[in-house]
């Protein structure tokens, strides 16, 4: 009897063991492919910022008609990016991000050979039906693979993608428009972006389940708190009704993400233009100032999301609303600083991304803190489609109101939402998962 226990207690830590090995093999595996498939995603959304000053030289649009573009495309991504958080909780992630990636390649395609403005605006908006199939499943992915302990982190590692993938674009595309025209913005990128669609196919698993591991939150030893065992017992639509659509803290984070983005997407979309008429900064210049955006906000996701799980225990609010009062002290420095003062151009984009990158991050891990892991792609989802709400606002809002009052006005919408950001994250300060709420408490 006793050597029976042996060898059962034995196999039990080698199966644990086993676990282990096989874990850390599939999360770094799904991190960083999720990583290279998202910045692929960037790679095919970023470019038509860069190549906005050429099409309008080339083809005569006024800021208004290019703005236009913008906001159609931004309603249809933040809407579809609704509906694909619904979908993608549904589906295979492996194949629902591949899908996308793959279809948004074609639209960047045929936009590089296309020159009517309607076309254009058809295809811009196909292309954001397809990008909104690249967030909701990487959510899926990142709440199935990672504890609620450590997933913001995780988050802000997956998210240095999105300023990897701007980054590349914002350097390389002065360097295509200059030497072979602007329409290999879109070409150059769509080819690899194909290639990186087989890629992503071979490399991507939707959940541990599916390889016959336990779930995260047995992994972890979490898996016999009430939120984890609750959500077995309700179907989609309590869990989308009850856990998102009647959650406050839900809508808090997604009028806080509708004004972060109005931040963000006003720098991210219009930068480069207004680099280059207003403070006189050269193409290539101005690209590698807005390059700065992207780039720093890779350390500023790191660090919002180390200060989330680490020093502030899992509030999210807490850092998204000081880190949003900060940022609005930024915009003034990029809006006032003096025309001839590159360095501070710089150091204005270079801060002002470090400091959005973060509160961006830790929406969509409020999201699915107050929400549910099995509506992690509809709560997320949800926050998506009010960000780009924000952004449809900085398309053609910020176009009209620089075509009729100039940059002037559109900086001070811009400082106005980023206060309004943090007062949104400031009524979740002092709200956290509530697996994460029972973990601590059992340490106290």
């Known amino acids: ?55 309008q030289s080339e083809l005569g649009y006024s800021k208004t ?24 909780d549904r589906s295979n992630a492996r194949y629902f991000m591949t899908f996308g990636l793959l279809m948004s390649a074609v639209m960047n395609l045929f936009m590089g050979m296309s020159s009517n403005l309607t076309i254009l605006m058809v295809l811009w908006t196909l292309n954001s039906v397809f990008q909104s199939m690249g967030w909701p499943p990487c959510a899926r992915l990142l709440t199935h693979w990672f504890s609620p302990k450590e997933i913001a982190t995780k988050w802000a590692l997956w998210n240095t993608s999105q300023q990897i993938g701007g980054g590349i674009v914002l350097i390389a595309a002065p360097f295509l428009i200059e030497y072979l025209g602007w329409r290999y913005v879109f070409y150059v990128p769509s080819i ?50 009850d856990k998102v659509m009647k959650n406050k803290l839900v809508w808090y984070v997604c009028f806080a993400n509708f004004f972060l983005y109005i931040v963000r997407m006003a720098v991210f979309n219009w930068a480069p233009t207004f680099l280059r008429e207003f403070k006189g900064s050269s193409l290539h ?30 509030h999210r609010g807490q850092v998204g609303a000081i880190f949003m ?96 950001s943090a007062f949104f994250f400031a009524l979740t300060w002092n709200h956290r998962a509530k697996v994460l709420e029972e973990a601590y408490d059992e340490k106290l």
């Open 1 to 55: 009897m006793r050597n029976s226990a042996a060898v059962a207690y034995s196999s039990a830590l080698k199966q644990a063991s086993d676990n282990r090995f096989v874990y850390q093999y599939w999360r770094i595996r799904i991190m960083y492919s999720m990583m290279i498939g998202y910045a692929g995603f960037y790679l095919l959304r970023q470019n038509f910022t860069m190549a906005i000053p050429s099409m």
């Open 65 to 88: 008609q290019i703005g236009a573009i913008i906001t159609l495309a931004a309603i249809v991504y933040g809407l579809g990016k609704g509906l694909s958080g619904v979908l993608s």
């Open 192 to 241: 690899f972006c194909i290639l990186l669609a087989i890629f992503l196919f071979n490399r991507l698993r939707d959940t541990p389940e599916s390889l016959g591991l336990p779930s995260i939150e047995s992994h972890h030893g979490l898996a016999n708190h009430a939120d984890a065992q609750e959500d077995e017992h309700l179907s989609m639509r309590q869990i989308m009704f």
């Open 325 to 420: 009062v900060v940022s609005c002290l930024c915009v003034v420095l990029l809006w006032k600083a003096p025309v001839e003062s590159v360095w501070l151009h710089f150091i204005g984009m270079m801060t002002i991304g470090f400091l959005v990158s973060g509160p961006q991050i830790l929406v969509g891990v409020a999201a699915t803190d107050f929400a549910s892991k099995k509506a992690a792609g509809a709560a997320s989802g949800l926050t998506g489609t009010f960000g780009y709400l924000g952004t449809a606002i900085t398309g053609i809002g910020i176009g009209l109101i620089v075509d009729y009052s100039g940059w002037d006005q559109a900086f001070l919408l811009v400082t106005v939402s980023a206060l309004l």
């Open 285 to 314: 210049v101005a690209g590698w100032q807005a390059a700065a955006f992207d780039l720093t906000g890779m350390f500023g996701g790191i660090v919002a999301g180390y200060l989330s799980d680490k020093v502030f225990q899992g």
